[in-house]
């Protein structure tokens, strides 16, 4: 079945930086978009980022564009999110879903804490 593993969340500083990465399993992932999404204490899940099967298309909502960049290695069927210049209002839970759809909970990992505190 679909496993996703996140993990490279942690605490930053404001202005910092996290790489998040995520091991896919359980489909063929060089055919799949594939999508980070988060959410923030009190709020609902928010859309970050997708990438897509080969990595010529990237998207990013605007509170991360400019800052964060998603990539991808399908030899090693991992997808990852390089976070910079993090603010305290990136703090949240990161999920990485299989394909666009990441309000599917099937679609989702299990998470990756980010804390952007001082």
């Known amino acids: 079945q679909v496993q996703l593993v996140e993990s490279g969340g942690g605490l930053a500083q404001p202005g910092g930086s996290l790489r998040l990465s995520c091991a896919a399993s359980g489909f063929v992932f060089g055919d799949t978009y594939m999508s980070w999404a988060r959410q923030a204490p009190g709020k609902g899940l928010e859309w970050v980022s997708y990438i897509g099967a080969a990595s010529a298309i990237t998207n990013y909502a605007d509170a991360v564009k400019g800052r964060f960049t998603i990539s991808r290695d399908n030899y090693r069927d991992t997808l990852y999110l390089q976070m910079n210049d993090l603010k305290p209002e990136d703090t949240g839970l990161y999920y990485c879903?299989?394909?666009?759809?990441?309000?599917?909970?099937?679609?989702r990992g299990q998470g990756t804490q980010v804390t952007v505190t001082s």
């Open positions: 879903v299989k394909g666009l759809k990441f309000m599917d909970p099937t679609s």
